[in-house]
């Protein structure tokens, strides 16, 4: 795997610019506690680009299934680049009508790119590398968001906004620029021009019959809910958090934190869970995960607030690289494209729902009150998936399908 060039070279890409992506992110939370005082208005602003995502998700599936996934990585990096040109005229004017417009073209670039990057792996990568080449993705993602989150809060000390997001903009030219170098072989499938125009029904229609089948993708699918619940409110609750103690400086150490705990996972990833992911031990992390959320409750400590996030760090470093796998072993390759697109849009619906419900609960109920409601429906939800596992595990040993020879 490490002496594969076209892997190096979309893991160094992906590490630069991920690091820019969370100084961009750190100079985002800045410009709106600047501009705007609402955390339920600070979620939706977050959230406009990811609206974008949920009407072009079908469309986006489609063109990387019948396209060079490494073409579209290129005209996506190029919409990138754009985008920062509208932040430079939000910054310059302190208009969020600016930054809505940046919010919008990063959102369409992403809704290319992620699962364009996400089909690209098992094509360059082998399938007995998988796990360990999705481990190195998600710690290079966590790395560069360590770094970039450390970067970001020392340039916002002695340098301006400006300055931030120009760095943002120089590790998107590197990605541009590494992606042009990257070459992989593949059959592009050609557009019949007398099939039927697809849409977001049909699209679903051609995918539901595969994962249905695929009972570890579709639990795959479930698992991750609980720890989406507590990373799209993920920025706002450090927020409070920092406002709770009275230590700016805490969000740093949350971040890094988190990080640190992510790294640990993916090794515990690779160790443990590389021959046989049951279900069973994913469940049990998202237990962990829900612990680690109903804690926030002592969150005004620091020593808690640190070892909450560390505790989902660590069980999210172990869960995300094995249910990726997972989709990219159990779900047919000529279906990769569709299915990462359509599960991108579905993720982020679950994002802002949960985000603008963060944003909401934070104005309304109060940090704790919010902490204590998640925490105990992530319980709820993993009991439910647990009972509904034992009860489908039971059915089918009292009615055994055979396999046929």
Known sequence: MWRNRNFLLLMFGLAVSSMGLWVGIIGNLEFLQKNVESSFLQALIILAGFLVGIFLAPMAGRVIDRSNKRNILIYAGFARCIAILFMYLAIATNSVWWMLIYTFVIGISGTFSNPAMQTMIPLIVKKDQLLAANSVHVNIFTGARIVGTALGGVMLVGMSLFSLYTVTLISYVILLIATFFIHVEEDVKKTDENKKKE??????????????????????????????????????????????????????????????????????????????????????????????????????????????FGIFGLAAGTLFPVVTTIFQTDVPSDYHGRFFSIKGMVDNIIFQALMLLTGLFLDTIGFKMMVISFGISSFVFVTFLLVRNVTENGRIKKNPVAIPK
């Open 199 to 308: 849409n977001f029904i049909s699209t679903l229609k051609d995918l539901y019959p595969v994962v249905r089948n695929q009972r570890m993708v579709v639990n795959g699918i479930f698992v991750l809910i609980p720890a989406f619940l507590f990373i799209a409110g993920f920025n706002l609750m450090v927020i409070e958090i920092s406002e709770l103690q009275n230590n700016p400086g805490i969000k740093g150490i949350l971040y890094t934190t988190e990080g640190l705990c992510v790294f640990l996972g993916t090794f515990i990833a690779n160790r443990f869970f590389k021959e046989n992911p049951k279900l069973s031990y994913m469940l049990g992390i998202t237990f962990i995960i829900a612990a680690a959320q109903l804690s926030l409750v002592f969150a005004d400590q620091q020593i808690m607030s640190v070892i909450s």
